[in-house]
């Protein structure tokens, strides 16, 4: 039987004998687990409240939670670059993005290899607009997904050129997905080639991202003094190879920032589409962890006017609501059918299945 409890927290249920065979017993005991994973998930995001957030103003604004050890405060919510660079009308993606940004979310993601760098294209586009008046509200970010040298250093290059902008806010390592990644980025020469671009001001913080394991990001995370980690954080995640119970503790104690992806389960929303959650609970219960931001897909008008209305109506998910969410969602949980981001190649990026030998 599966304990929903976080693997570092001790409680009275981690005493309660595997051979208790009465299924009453077995009602109670996943009832009091589920209740204190409830606990335990409020009690995660309080902490990440105790250093002072902005609050907008009513109907304006977005939350905002530090950047780690950065100094920075971040929009609670990050726009996707994938999903803004998936907009077949370029003028309605800049139109989307800069309504995000008049609304508060100020957070923008991309990555060097969206849509064969279209994403890139577009968003610089949009904040080069108006004189460039969007860049001056915009926390950008975007990644690399070379792990050698000169393939860091040529991207790095061309996504300043494509953004429009003499400086990324926030470099990452792109699909940081396999055991030997963590090696590579080291033993290639594309960390000390990012690093030296931080050393020229082409960029002022740096990271890395991963969907497929938390023991990978764990490898990685002693390699450098990171800012930031981006990785799944959802309500299947809960009970599958869990990034929220096993890497955000030790994001917290090496003061790396984690923000959260893959709220819905992917590009294609499959635990919405499979009515384990809404989009709103999943939401919810992704920055109820103690995430600075989460980024999340926006394709049209309607959709981002409706996450702006859940983050800033936000209270986090606690007590009987949580517990009947997770009593909804372990049964489909656990075997990963949501998150085959985690198991298969599937959801590689191009560039990094090729990079590893796989078609």
């Given at each position: 039987m599966c304990n929903p409890l976080h693997p570092h927290q001790t409680t009275h249920t981690a005493t309660t004998s595997a051979a208790t065979t009465s299924d009453e017993t077995r009602r109670e005991f996943l009832q009091s687990g589920a209740a204190a994973a409830a606990t335990l998930t409020v009690g995660t995001w309080t902490m990440a409240q105790q250093t002072p957030t902005a609050a907008p103003k009513p109907g304006e604004g977005l939350p905002t939670r530090p950047l780690g050890k950065t100094q920075e405060h971040v929009s609670i919510l990050c726009l996707g670059g994938w999903h803004i660079g998936a907009i077949k009308n370029p003028q309605e993606a800049i139109k989307i993005m800069h309504a995000a940004l008049d609304e508060g979310m100020t957070f923008f993601d991309n990555c060097w290899d969206y849509h064969d760098g279209g994403s890139e294209i577009v968003m610089g586009k949009?904040?080069?607009?108006?004189?460039?008046?969007?860049?001056?509200?915009?926390f950008l970010m975007t990644k690399v997904c070379a792990r050698d040298a000169k393939g860091v250093r040529t991207m790095i290059d061309q996504s300043l050129q494509r953004l429009n902008t003499d400086v990324i806010d926030l470099m990452q390592m792109h699909e940081i997905n396999w055991d030997n990644d963590p090696e590579w980025v080291v033993e290639q020469g594309g960390l000390a080639e990012l690093l030296k671009a931080q050393k020229a001001g082409k960029v002022r913080f740096v990271g890395f991202t991963g969907h497929k394991s938390p023991?990978?990001?764990?490898?990685?995370?002693?390699?450098?003094?990171?800012d930031t980690v981006q990785c799944p954080i959802n309500v299947c995640d809960?009970?599958?190879?869990s990034f929220a119970k096993e890497?955000?503790?030790?994001?917290k104690k090496a003061q790396v920032a984690v923000i959260g992806m893959k709220s819905l389960g992917g590009g294609d929303g499959k635990i919405v589409q499979a009515q384990v959650a809404t989009a709103e609970q999943c939401i919810r219960f992704a920055l109820s962890q103690d995430i600075a931001s989460l980024v999340i897909g926006i394709r049209t008008m309607d959709?981002?006017?409706?996450?702006?209305?859940?983050?800033?109506?936000?209270r986090p998910l606690e007590g009987e609501e949580l517990r009947q969410l997770l009593n909804k969602v372990k049964p489909h949980a656990g075997d990963g059918r949501h998150e085959r981001f985690k198991s298969t190649t599937d959801f590689d990026g191009p560039y990094h299945r090729k990079q590893h030998g796989f078609e």
């Open positions: 949009a904040l080069s607009a108006d004189g460039g008046k969007w860049r001056k509200k915009c023991h990978i990001h764990l490898k990685m995370l002693p390699v450098h003094a990171w809960h009970f599958y190879r890497l955000i503790p030790a994001a959709e981002l006017k409706k996450n702006i209305a859940t983050a800033r109506n936000f």
